[in-house]
């Protein structure tokens, strides 16, 4: 009998220890080096006598924007699944985030507003609040500290391959203004024995496998149309009374000129402060606009924005989620795998991205913690990894779906799921136990279908009726 959903996501998600680990191969060579890409290495490191990092940017020594992620300035968050995730494969990681002066929030230090209203805290869950260079940059040191990890600074333009599975990665040098690096400088092939794709939403994986006669994966997109605009103020205060807070409204016939905003304690004692908008509206550029926007949300926006401002606005505009489904293919070399945003990456304003990338590392784990036979299709990674994406693709795609400006595609029993949605999401404002439950779906610790239950259900419509009472009624 198959696992369910819900199990896979709970065996994935785990917070134990990894252990039995065994070397399966003698080189491994990762595509990428962002944060995706080092997990993967941090997990094949355990595996392989060797481990390549294959990354065209010169990876900075320190947490610093690269061009390789020119969203990096805009609020990134660790969620509670994929804080649990990087604590267990980087033992001592908070304590050493704390130390570098990340906020690692308690939930009671978190504050969620819907329409103005605050919503209960949980009481379970926190985050790590730092800027994605710092986290990055961590991540980065930890990995690279191990003694069979190392990074090559070229790029990757193919794939080899022999007989029905991948053999070796086609590198070539960076092309830089003023290199003097031209087109006719030699290629070569790195020799690998397992190659992990983590180019990102921009990956050439699909090309690739076209190209030499295997089948390319299909790839989903829905229409978001979403700009953010970020703006980094001085923060008065090291230990802040409240480290983390969204507010969002719900969507209009005539988008709010901010969808929602997010603010968070970094690192350096500042506050990191993210604006969204849709419907097609001009990016918010200007200081004094986005000063004047943070004072009509919560308090704590507006105090933010009296320090010290740090920098420009920085903006951000993402046109679509997209999805490549690799778990279809019937055909797939082996020895060959893809995670992170070159599978799935969706509205940032969610903060699934790096919680996902450190669960598909979690599958990837398990995966070669299960003695597989790597000269077949990693049929069982993708149908793990599936799992993760689906639940990523569910709790984004869904309030997506609710803007009046996002016409589909819409998934079968949509108006159902959405009335079930809301009912949750509802419920969640003033009850806790719904709250636990919902906010441990979208923090990513557990499956949505965790929110199935009859009972939950139940709870979610007594709440909702009882606070739809006029106060009469209620005695």
């Not at 199990?7 to 990894?18: I, M, N, W």
């Not at 005539?254 to 304690?265: E, F, Q």
Request: charged share 25%; net charge positive.
């Amino acid at each position: 009998m198959s696992e369910s959903a819900a199990r896979v996501f709970a065996r994935l998600s785990t917070d134990e220890p990894v252990t039995r680990t065994r070397t399966l191969m003698a080189k491994a060579v990762v595509l990428g080096g962002s944060l995706a890409g080092l997990l993967a290495a941090r997990v094949l490191s355990d595996h392989a006598e060797s481990v390549v990092v294959v990354e065209r940017d010169s990876l900075p020594p320190a947490a610093a924007a690269r061009p390789g992620t020119p969203h990096d300035g805009q609020l990134h968050t660790l969620m509670h699944g994929g804080r649990m995730q990087l604590q267990r494969l980087f033992p001592g990681f908070e304590e050493e985030a704390r130390a570098g002066g990340a906020i690692v929030s308690s939930p009671y230090t978190i504050r969620a507003y819907a329409d103005g209203v605050p919503k209960v805290s949980d009481g379970a869950m926190g985050l790590i609040s730092s800027s994605r260079p710092f986290l990055e940059a961590l991540v980065r040191r930890r990995t690279l500290a191990l003694p069979n990890v190392k990074v090559l600074t070229c790029r990757a333009i193919g794939l080899e391959f022999r007989g029905d599975a991948v053999s070796g990665v086609r590198c070539g040098p960076v092309s830089r203004p003023g290199s003097g690096v031209g087109s006719g400088v030699e290629e070569w092939v790195e020799d690998a024995d397992f190659v992990v794709d983590a180019m990102g939403r921009a990956s050439k994986l699909g090309d690739w496998l076209e190209k030499a006669g295997w089948e390319r994966p299909t790839m989903r997109r829905m229409a978001i149309d979403i700009d953010y605009a970020t703006g980094y103020f001085r923060r008065t205060t090291s230990d802040p009374e409240l480290a983390a807070a969204i507010a969002y409204r719900t969507p209009t016939a005539i988008p709010p000129r901010v969808a929602s905003g997010a603010i968070t304690a970094i690192e350096g004692d500042r506050w990191l402060i993210t604006l969204a908008n849709y419907g097609k509206q001009p990016p918010i550029r200007d200081v004094d606009e986005f000063r004047k926007l943070c004072g009509e949300l919560p308090p704590v926006y507006r105090e933010a924005v009296e320090g010290e401002q740090l920098g420009d606005i920085l903006t951000y505009h993402q046109a679509d989620s997209r999805r490549r489904d690799y778990h279809l293919l019937k055909r797939f070399p082996a020895r060959l795998i893809s995670l992170g945003d070159a599978v799935a990456s969706f509205n940032p304003i969610y903060g699934q991205g790096m919680s996902s990338a450190a669960l598909h590392a979690s599958a990837l784990s398990h995966y070669l913690r299960s003695a597989p036979d790597l000269r077949r299709h990693a049929r069982a990674f993708f149908a793990d990894q599936r799992v993760v994406v689906d639940a990523a693709w569910q709790i984004s795609t869904a309030a997506d779906l609710a803007r009046p400006d996002v016409h589909g595609p819409y998934p079968r029993g949509y108006r159902l799921t959405k009335w079930f949605a809301e009912q949750m999401a509802e419920a969640s404002v003033t009850d806790r136990e719904v709250a636990v439950r919902f906010n441990s779906v979208t923090y990513m610790r557990s499956h949505p279908s965790s929110l199935a239950a009859p009972a939950t259900l139940l709870r979610a419509l007594r709440v909702n009726r009882s606070s739809r009472k006029p106060r009469r009624e209620r005695g």
